[in-house]
């Protein structure tokens, strides 16, 4: 659910951004290759002992995946993984870094708020905790520079996601004589029609928790990609345009046209600001079907499989690429991810730290479905359905890529920016007053 941005990524081309987020699926070198470069950062040899605590967001089958990720570890190492819990990460963890009492190691809000930490001295550098050679050589750049603050390495990757995608049931929406749209003003169309025949469109969750609204600013992000490019998009997230720019009210109200509108969406506009993100899919597979369109990341297959453990990825549900909206703007996508940090410098947590970045701990959770893996060195050959094949797909025909703009900014901004959502379902006539508040917070935000 989580990813975000710091300025290190400021300088990239469009064409290094298109190489960085192809190699999230497909840069694994082949079968022999990789079997030749698996021992570059070896699992623990020796029983370490111990007990290593881990704080994250994670619950259902993510936390299963991880815990599955973690076994051989545990294994290998004698060391115990104990996982704490939580829907307000930000919150908990900054109270026990506070209270001097923090996790020995920790997901991340985004690079934006671990930028922060690492800041204010919280993190651990992890360059002498993990094979900065082997780093180099098994992840592309700009994942090592996610994780980077003043050239020192304090976040990896456990995780990444392909945002931007749109899911339907696919006997349903063929039965319907539905087609995928190629741009926006099909998609618009198609909403229209499928409301015209009495119909909901749309299936949208925003209830997340302390985290809540954070799939509205996906939408967002998506659209301003898309509609403004790539350009206008950083300067965006970096705060060198206003958040009261034409361009980005207009991002807001696209995303208002489908949300705002009782008529377009399942349960109506509470039914969007009261439903968990992950249950936000379910009524796409009722009899009949109570919406017919979804937009999220990868990860919500698991969430979908979870709920309907007999439906067939690519064939009782499928997606496609959020559709182009300005015809000279390059085609473009964007990607999240969860990283973690150290938080305390034990021998039991960076024995976990390293082996967190080795393609073996990858390949167990990319196996189990609805994550990609940042490591290059995992083959393309461990995704288990079309789905996954079709995410790259998408990643390698993209003009340009993105890492999601919420997850870069501050953490007092990217909190606005989601409560700023839920106010503008609410109340779609308040948008100017919310975006410039939202620019208010960003100017104080962008002066630390």
């Not at 499928?318 to 410098?345: H, Q, S």
Request: aromatic share 12%; charged share 20%.
């Amino acid at each position: 659910m989580v990813s975000r941005k710091v300025r290190t990524q400021a300088g990239l081309s469009t064409v290094a951004w298109i190489v960085i987020m192809a190699l999230v699926v497909v840069a694994g070198a082949g079968a022999y290759y990789y079997a030749q470069r698996r021992a570059a950062q070896p699992q623990p040899q020796e029983k370490i002992g111990g007990t290593v605590t881990v704080l994250g967001v994670w619950g259902g089958s993510e936390l299963e995946s991880f815990l599955a990720m973690v076994k051989p570890f545990e294994e290998a190492s004698g060391v115990n993984v104990e996982f704490e819990g939580t829907r307000d990460l930000n919150a908990v963890l900054t109270t026990r870094i506070q209270g001097g009492n923090p996790p020995d190691v920790a997901g991340l809000p985004g690079p934006g708020q671990m930028a922060e930490f690492a800041k204010a001295g919280n993190l651990v550098p992890l360059n002498t905790v993990v094979d900065m050679n082997a780093m180099s050589e098994q992840y592309a750049q700009s994942w090592i520079d996610l994780g980077t603050v003043d050239g020192n390495l304090y976040g990896i990757f456990i995780k990444a996601a392909l945002k931007g995608l749109i899911w339907y049931n696919k006997p349903k929406f063929e039965q319907a004589g539905y087609t995928i749209p190629q741009t926006w003003d099909e998609l618009m169309a198609l909403t229209e029609r499928i409301a015209g025949e009495g119909k909901t469109p749309w299936c949208i969750g925003l209830e997340s928790g302390a985290a809540s609204g954070w799939p509205a600013t996906d939408w967002i992000e998506d659209i301003v990609l898309r509609s403004a490019g790539a350009g206008i998009y950083d300067q965006w997230y970096r705060h060198e345009i206003a958040w009261t720019d034409p361009r980005i009210r207009s991002a807001w109200e696209q995303f208002g046209r489908i949300a705002t509108n009782p008529k377009y969406v399942y349960g109506g506009t509470q039914g969007v600001l009261a439903t968990n993100f992950g249950e936000s899919p379910n009524a796409l597979f009722t009899d009949p079907p109570g919406c017919y369109l979804h937009h999220q990341a990868t990860f919500i297959q698991d969430f979908i499989q979870k709920q309907y453990p007999n439906l067939r990825a690519g064939e009782d549900f499928d997606f496609f690429a959020f559709p182009t909206i300005t015809a000279n703007v390059p085609k473009a996508v964007v990607a999240g991810g969860d990283l973690f940090g150290m938080f305390k410098d034990t021998p039991q947590a960076r024995a976990l730290m390293k082996y967190l970045t080795t393609p073996e701990a990858y390949a167990i959770w990319v196996k189990r479905g609805a994550a990609l893996s940042p490591n290059r060195k995992v083959s393309a050959d461990n995704y288990p359905d079309p789905l996954s094949r079709r995410a790259a797909e998408i990643l390698t025909a993209a003009d340009a890529a993105r890492f999601d703009a919420s997850d870069l900014m501050p953490e007092a901004l990217n909190s606005a920016f989601w409560k700023g959502t839920l106010d503008y379902v609410q109340a779609p006539h308040r948008l100017d007053e919310i975006l410039g508040n939202l620019e208010r917070v960003a100017q104080e935000a962008y002066k630390k």
